[in-house]
């Protein structure tokens, strides 16, 4: 009980074999086109463009494995909101401030499609990194992809490889058969 791991609570879930689907009918994307935009930043991130293309990669693995495409839209509104924030950041789900050995974690969460407010937060006290080198440095591509994986609707995995699994065990950049067959079943 003491991983780091995704904030996204583990309850209300559909479960059909080892992956999870957030109520199939209600929190899915009625299109296939998304866009994405940058809320706030963080001195947390030692380099906002690769930060940036981080993000595009992860977006890239999905689009991959699905129908969606993504795109980032500069100001205005974007489907997908992406953030670092601190603590209690208004939206109900405080964050826990930086990872330390021994304590549960959190290190980002998201909302499903269809929520009120779709977004992707990270915790701007964490460590982040584009190549950890250490137990307490978090990869930006990682956590990205998982979180995005809660956007378009998936829950949390059974299977420890794939990369919708609720904790992290480090860098995790390709999706598992497992999160394909999520996300395949989801929108066919």
């Known amino acids: 009980m003491s991983t780091p791991r995704c904030g996204v609570p583990d309850i209300n879930l559909e479960q059909t074999s080892n992956y999870v689907l957030i109520n199939k009918t209600k929190y899915k994307w009625s299109k296939h086109g998304l866009t994405y935009n940058y809320l706030s ?14 993000i595009a990669r992860a977006f890239a693995t999905w689009r991959s494995a ?15 909101g ?5 603590k209690d950041h208004g939206d109900g789900a405080p964050f826990d401030g930086p990872s330390r050995p021994g304590f549960r974690n959190v290190l980002a969460h998201a909302t499903p499609a269809q929520a009120r407010s779709v977004y992707l937060h990270f915790d701007a006290e964490d460590n982040w990194s584009f190549n950890p080198t250490s137990l307490f440095e978090f990869d930006v591509q990682s956590i990205a992809l998982h979180e995005i994986g809660h956007n378009l609707g998936l829950g949390h995995s059974a299977v420890t490889t794939a ?4 904790d992290y065990t480090g860098e995790r950049r390709t999706l598992d058969p497992d999160d394909i067959a999520g996300i395949t079943e989801l929108y066919k």
């Open 41 to 54: 930043n963080s001195s947390q991130v030692p380099n906002l463009a690769q930060f940036k293309q981080a």
């Open 66 to 80: 699905s129908k969606f495409t993504f795109s980032e839209v500069k100001g205005g509104t974007a489907d997908i």
């Open 82 to 86: 992406i953030g670092f924030y601190r």
């Open 163 to 166: 990369v919708m699994f609720a």
